[in-house]
């Protein structure tokens, strides 16, 4: 045989890549748990348009209604004839404006922080964070229901991932007391992303100062709605730099822009500077999107009444579901309500239902939450009327029985 036949029939026994993904992406359909991308037509705001069918929306995160806000929007068009859309480089080869600088510098004072820097998304924050201050080998504690790249962070970074119960503190103490040499760091969502809690960020601050380990807080979805001035889970936990030396907050989700931040001590914004790969290595983020940002932290800093709209709203939910007998989240205090509905087909049949009422509800199946606890992830923002959210209420009820019923 000469080598290139042999070749060939090498290249022949070979898993072709595409075909196994396929597969995989084949298998999941089956089991009813496929996914696909469907295209929003239109709608802004609490409204949006699928299928030609006008939905009210209660999937957003843009909680405090800002991601079409015309202060917010001004910046953004504004921001772009002033610095042209994209950075054009990465920070450290020229990338780096005056609204860079601007954004991080409020930030760090929202936040109490002596410093912060900016990322193009909550993922490259997140992975740049972990992959500088963990080095392969050193232990990261992290809770079970932590979103994706926290996890993907520490595997990126070689540590050693120890995932506790959520909320299950004696393990994580435990897990620190087994190895008290070890460098460690604990990793926690503030507020939770699929279940809607906080995290006892009290709890486990005193429990790392007292076992020498650091802490890092993602506060996705706690910054701009919990906290003085929206600063934040931390802030409303009282919380500072020394007890919580990382923290790590998202600009997609209250602020309605894009992007992240990571927001601390100089020595540690100096370390990120140098060590965090997707913060080197990757173009700025968009100056129109810091200058939108900046906007949106000024509207989320002053106008209270969104705020406490959207605990208004949280309230009105709450009391009407349980007076309805829906299956709520015992603890879930802030804008993400889910409802436990069990098996994944339940929860997609439930969240057809009300599209046809006429809301957008989506169903969030496993992967992504554990078998058996498929939900709906109902999300509050401060633009919807007590009206539309007893609306909503009222078309649960009708449908809840049949699912569940069912189950
Ligand atoms: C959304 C989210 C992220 C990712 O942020 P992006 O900017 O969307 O990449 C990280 N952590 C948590 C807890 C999130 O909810």
Redesign the pocket.
């Known amino acids: 045989m000469t080598a290139t036949a042999g070749s060939r029939a090498l290249a022949q026994r070979r898993i072709d890549l595409i075909e196994r993904l396929a597969q995989a992406a084949q298998a999941r359909a089956h089991v009813g748990l496929g996914r696909r991308l469907r295209v929003r037509q239109a709608g802004l705001g609490t409204r949006i348009v699928f299928d030609g069918r006008e939905l009210l929306n209660f999937a957003s995160n843009d909680y405090l209604g800002l991601a079409a806000h015309p202060a917010v929007i001004a910046a953004l068009i504004e921001g772009a004839r002033r610095d042209g859309v994209g950075a054009g480089a990465a920070h450290l080869l020229g990338g780096h404006r005056a609204i860079h600088e601007q954004l991080d510098e409020a930030l760090a004072a929202w936040t109490g922080r002596a410093r912060a820097l900016s990322f193009s ?3 490259l924050a ?1 992975l740049g964070a972990l992959t500088a201050l963990l080095e392969p080998g050193d232990l990261c504690l992290q809770d079970q229901l932590n ?1 994706a ?1 926290l996890l993907d962070g520490a595997r990126l970074a070689g540590a050693t991932l120890k995932r506790y119960r959520h909320g299950d503190l004696d393990r994580l103490a435990r897990l620190l007391d087994a190895e008290p040499e070890r460098p460690a760091l604990i990793a926690s ?1 503030g507020v939770f ?1 699929m279940d809607g809690d906080r995290a006892p960020l009290v709890e486990i601050a005193n429990l790392a100062t007292a076992r020498g380990a650091s802490l890092m807080v ?1 506060d ?2 706690g910054i701009g709605v919990l906290g003085p001035r929206g600063a934040g889970s931390v802030a409303a936990a009282g919380l500072g730099t020394t007890q919580v030396p990382v923290l790590m907050a ?1 600009f ?2 209250a602020l309605g822009t ?1 992007g ?1 931040f990571v927001a601390g001590s100089a020595a540690l914004i100096d370390g990120l500077t140098n060590f965090a790969r997707s913060f080197v290595y990757s173009t700025a983020l968009a100056p129109p999107l810091a200058h939108a940002t900046l906007a949106a932290i000024r509207v989320a800093q002053v106008e209270a009444w969104r705020r406490e709209q959207l605990a208004r709203l949280t309230r009105h939910f709450r009391r009407g579901a349980q007076a309805r007998g829906l299956a709520l989240a015992g603890d879930a205090d802030g804008p993400i309500q889910p409802l436990i509905v069990g098996a994944a087909d339940a929860a997609l049949t439930l969240a057809r239902a009300l599209a046809d009422a006429g809301f957008y509800v989506p169903a969030i199946r496993p992967p992504t939450v554990r078998p058996g606890s498929a939900r709906l992830r109902v999300t509050l923002s401060a633009l919807h009327r007590e009206s539309e959210v007893e609306a909503l209420l009222d078309a649960l009820a009708r449908h809840w029985p049949q699912v569940t019923d069912a189950n």
Do not use: E, F, I, P
């Open positions: 998304s909550g993922w997140n979103h790249c969502d992303s993602d996705a979805h998202t997609g989700k894009s992240a």
